[in-house]
């Protein structure tokens, strides 16, 4: 019995031990906990000290951090700064704090009365940085607790306001927002217009449902739909009743019927080639909203003009043949002409629309310079078969306008040689001039081109024409001039008039002579032309020659039997040139021929 007492009184005293040391236990680490939290709270204090010293309020790493919003409480509260301040650009520390979206840091800003209309040097205020970033929880600490004005503040973008910013970015939830906070949108009678334009039509039907006004703006709700060439929001608004005569129009851009053919996107404005892929879309939405006007609206607009632009006008322009066909099929006059005198028919001409051309030609429209149009096309591919419907439909081949321009000339300028041979066989003038009054045959000369040379002759141009050129210089003298042995020899071959004179009565050969030009002599001296034509001033070929100092041109006149005793109007034989020339080899060749003359 007492051994058993014994171990109960053991068992209590060992007890008693490990209840005394487990105090102990706790005790020290409590001590410790508590040691180390007073070092972890002053390691923190001064850490958090010395990263405010080295921040402004508009840093943006400050808000980045995990800790930032402590960051910012300690500039503000403990060192002073400015809860305002902006660094580059006019940001600032609300600013910062949405873009990184620390919303406690966003708090502390609104709560210590930080100006939250402060805007960015590009008008960006916290509110409509918040509806940028999509940030609805901001947006509603901004209005609710900050007092944002829903409205915006003076911008110089329409999409630095609140509303505007939302729909721009076709946000509905934001939109809504402002809504829900008694955003009244009868105040903004822009808006639908801007939604049209730059939103979507979730968007546009969403503020038309919720009070917008279609008729408050300079520009209807239903035109700025119909310019858009947006149809499933032209068949919207005429469900809700918008009225088509109430419409309007624009000084711009005309009126429903010019919108809907395209005058926003009028390609008619720089005669620039339409790129069709890209306008597939919108030629199909301008037929559909023409489709949904014409039958509506005051047929008589259908022949209205902005600049003598005409909605026929304007879609083929643009190349919406649908659009052309509803119109021509309601009454459009198919020959009016814009102010530059250009008919549809131009316009489909430059553009290269071949089945628009065709459907103009099918229902009487004029030609009138077409070619020259087509032939001035940048649609390069399609101008040969366009140029074939207009001449198989009567076009004047030959037409030449005010500034000398026909189809050939132009042809012809542009080294285009498959062109020009076209046209020459679809009876185009080979006598035709060039614009600058030159004669075709003459310009191939003065270009050496051979191949157009060659096509001009074999198509029957005059080989002796002298129209356009100053000194009535035939092709021959133009060639003998300049040398070109191979040109004189196709003329030659072509019976041109080899003793034929310019204004100052010198022939070919006294043309190649005064040019030492020996090569062509020999040629023109095969011909057996006249060697003893005087020109102007009584000088024959050989005076000419001797005159250039050549003496293997004298030698070839001489031997083909120059006459050597022919004066000019001066008095003078070929060899008192010579000699007031100091040339005393050719004095002495035309002395031997005068002798050898002599002696025969």
């Known amino acids: 019995m007492n051994n058993r007492i014994n171990n109960e009184e053991s068992k209590k005293f060992v007890f008693k031990v490990g209840v005394i040391v487990a105090a102990i236990v706790l005790v020290f680490l409590i001590g410790a906990g508590l040691l180390i939290g007073i070092f972890l709270f002053v390691g923190g204090k001064s850490s958090l000290n010395k990263m405010a010293e080295n921040y402004e309020v508009y840093d943006a790493e400050i808000y980045a951090k995990k800790y930032g919003d402590k960051i910012i409480k300690e500039l503000v509260l403990n060192y002073g700064k400015d809860i305002n301040q902006t660094g580059d650009e006019d940001i600032g520390g609300l600013y910062q704090a949405i873009k990184h979206n620390n919303i406690k840091a966003v708090k502390f800003f609104i709560e210590n009365n930080a100006h939250v209309e402060i805007a960015t040097f590009d008008g960006t205020t916290p509110l409509v940085l918040a509806i940028e970033e999509n940030k609805p929880k901001i947006v509603e600490l901004l209005i609710k607790e900050g007092k944002a004005n829903i409205y915006g503040v003076y911008a110089k973008e329409t999409e630095k306001y609140p509303i505007y910013c939302a729909v721009k970015n076709k946000n509905l939830n934001m939109i809504k927002i402002l809504l829900d906070n008694n955003f009244d949108l009868k105040r903004e009678s822009y808006i639908l217009s801007y939604a049209i334009e730059n939103s979507d039509e979730n968007i546009v039907k969403y503020l038309v449902e919720n009070g917008a006004d279609m008729y408050s703006y300079e520009i209807t709700a239903l035109y700025q739909a119909i310019l858009n060439l947006n149809p499933k929001l032209v068949e919207y608004f005429l ?120 459907l103009l030609l099918e229902n009487k429209s004029k030609i009138k310079d077409e070619l020259l149009i087509a032939i001035k096309s940048p649609i390069v591919e399609s101008s040969i078969n366009i140029m074939k419907l207009l001449i198989d439909n009567k076009a004047n081949i030959n037409y030449t306008d005010e500034n000398g321009f026909n189809p050939l000339n132009i042809a012809i300028e542009s080294g285009d040689m498959e062109l020009t041979k076209f046209l020459i066989k679809n009876g185009a003038n080979v006598n035709s001039l060039m614009q600058d009054g030159l004669s075709l045959i003459g310009y191939a000369i003065a270009q050496n081109n051979m191949d157009l040379l060659q096509i001009l ?144």
Request: glycine fraction near 8%; proline fraction near 2%.
């Open 239 to 358: 469900y809700k009743g918008a009225s088509i005569e109430k419409a309007g129009g624009t000084d711009v851009y005309g009126n429903i019927m010019m919108a809907a053919a395209g005058s926003k996107f009028n390609n008619s404005n720089d005669k620039s080639p339409v790129d069709l892929e890209a306008l597939e879309k919108s030629a199909e939405n301008s037929a559909k909203i023409t489709e949904m006007l014409i039958g509506k609206a005051d047929k008589n607009i259908i022949n209205d003009s902005l600049e003598g632009k005409t909605p026929l006008i304007i879609a083929v322009g643009n190349s919406y043949i649908d659009t052309a066909k509803i119109l021509i099929e309601n009454g459009a006059n198919i020959n009016a002409v814009d102010i530059e005198g250009w008919s549809a028919l131009s316009y489909a001409v430059n553009n290269g629309d071949i089945e628009i051309a065709k």
């Open 457 to 600: 002759i074999e198509n029957g141009a005059n080989v002796n024409y002298t129209n356009g050129d100053s000194w009535a210089n035939t092709p021959l003298q133009t060639a003998s001039r300049l040398g070109l042995d191979n040109v004189v020899r196709i003329l030659l071959t072509r019976n041109a008039d080899i003793n034929a004179v310019d204004m100052n009565g010198n022939t070919a050969l006294h043309t190649a002579a005064l040019n030492s030009q020996l090569s062509v002599v020999k040629l023109l001296l095969e011909k057996n032309p006249n060697l003893d034509i005087q020109n102007k001033v009584g000088n024959t070929a050989l005076h000419s020659a001797v005159i250039s100092g050549n003496i293997d041109i004298v030698g070839e006149l001489v031997l083909k039997g120059a006459n050597t005793k022919i004066r000019n109007n001066d008095g003078k034989y070929p060899r008192d040139i010579a000699r007031a020339n100091n040339s005393a080899a050719i004095f002495e060749v035309l002395r031997e021929a005068e002798n050898k003359n002599i002696n025969q």
